[in-house]
């Protein structure tokens, strides 16, 4: 636990040390009053995309690790998808870069299984976003 989420008045020895220097701004506390910085989405993906642009041969961490962020929001939240791009297109300082990622981003196929009346192995391919796209032997009646 944390030393600003022990019992108030409890003896010095109930208290770990620290994590962090004592002057060190963190988020609020009763004895941090300075609030946590949390970006919208927009401006994390507009740093993200400096890094990637920017980053490449001065801090290859830094770059592989934008990249992959980038790749995991794409990818979780969907944002190849029209309906979800082009709000946020228009939001970002860095559009050219992403519109060209999105369009260049290929996701991964996602397939349903069973096996069928005979025994025998069935995959169906599926659009996760769109339950339309669920074969009938998915969907339970009650």
């Known amino acids: 636990m944390h030393p600003d989420t ?8 109930a208290h770990p040390n620290a994590l962090f220097f004592p002057g060190l701004l963190r988020g609020r506390s009763a004895s941090h009053p300075n609030p946590i910085f949390v970006p919208n989405l927009t401006t994390y993906l507009d740093s ?3 890094h990637a642009i ?3 041969t001065r ?15 794409t990818r979780y939240l969907y ?6 791009q082009l709000p946020l297109l228009i939001e970002l300082e860095e559009y050219e870069f992403m519109e060209a990622y999105l369009g260049r981003f290929v996701r991964k196929p996602r397939f349903v299984y069973r ?3 005979k025994g025998e192995f069935e995959a169906t391919r599926v659009r996760e976003w769109d339950p339309k796209s669920l074969p009938e032997w998915c969907w339970t009646n009650k």
Do not use: M, T
């Open 6 to 13: 022990k019992v108030p008045n409890s003896p010095p020895s």
């Open 48 to 50: 993200l995309i400096y």
């Open 54 to 56: 920017h980053y490449k």
């Open 59 to 73: 801090k290859p961490g830094l770059w592989a690790v934008s990249l992959w962020q980038l790749k995991n929001l």
């Open 79 to 84: 944002l190849e998808l029209d309906h979800q």
């Open 115 to 117: 096996r069928d009346e």
